[in-house]
C-alpha cells in the first residue's frame, strides 16, 4: 500500500513556473512507477507524465507538456516532482500523483492503483 500527498500547487500567471510534490509512504517506494496526470474543470483527468522505478529513471510525457514539464524523483526521499515551466492557462486543472508497482511506465489512468487528493494548479491569463 502507498499514501500519497501532493503539495506546491497555486496560481501563477502565464509564462511563469510551478513545481509540484508528491510525498510516498512505505518502504518500497523504488519499485513503483510514479505518474502524474490532472482534471481540468468539466474534462476528464488525463496523462501528464510519467517515470520509471529505476535511478536512471525513463520517463513518458503528454505531447501537451512536452519540452515544458519535467517529472524527475528522489528514491531516497521518497519523492516525485513536477517542474511546469512555461505554463499556459489551459495547464490550469487538479494535478494528481498516482503509483502503481511495476517496471513498466504506464500512461493510463486505470493502470494507476494508488492516487493522491489533487493539487489546484491555476494558470491566469
Known amino acids: 500500500q502507498v499514501r500519497l500527498v501532493e503539495s506546491g500547487g497555486g496560481l501563477v500567471q502565464a509564462g511563469g513556473s510551478l513545481k509540484l510534490s508528491c510525498a510516498a509512504s512505505g518502504r518500497t517506494f523504488d519499485t513503483y512507477a510514479m505518474g502524474w496526470f490532472r482534471q481540468a474543470p468539466g474534462k476528464e483527468r488525463e496523462f501528464v507524465a510519467a517515470?520509471?522505478?529505476?535511478?536512471?529513471?525513463?520517463?513518458k510525457y503528454a505531447d501537451s507538456v512536452k519540452d515544458r514539464f519535467t517529472i524527475s524523483r528522489d528514491n531516497a526521499k521518497n519523492a516525485v516532482y513536477l517542474q511546469m515551466n512555461s505554463l499556459k492557462p489551459e495547464d490550469t486543472a487538479v494535478y494528481y500523483c498516482?503509483?502503481?508497482?511495476?517496471?513498466?511506465?504506464?500512461?493510463?489512468?486505470?493502470?494507476?492503483?494508488?492516487w493522491g487528493q489533487g493539487t489546484q494548479v491555476t494558470v491566469s491569463s
Open positions: 498516482a503509483a502503481q508497482r511495476t517496471t513498466m511506465i504506464p500512461t493510463t489512468i486505470g493502470a494507476y492503483p494508488y
Open positions: 517515470i520509471s522505478w529505476s535511478a536512471g529513471s525513463t520517463t
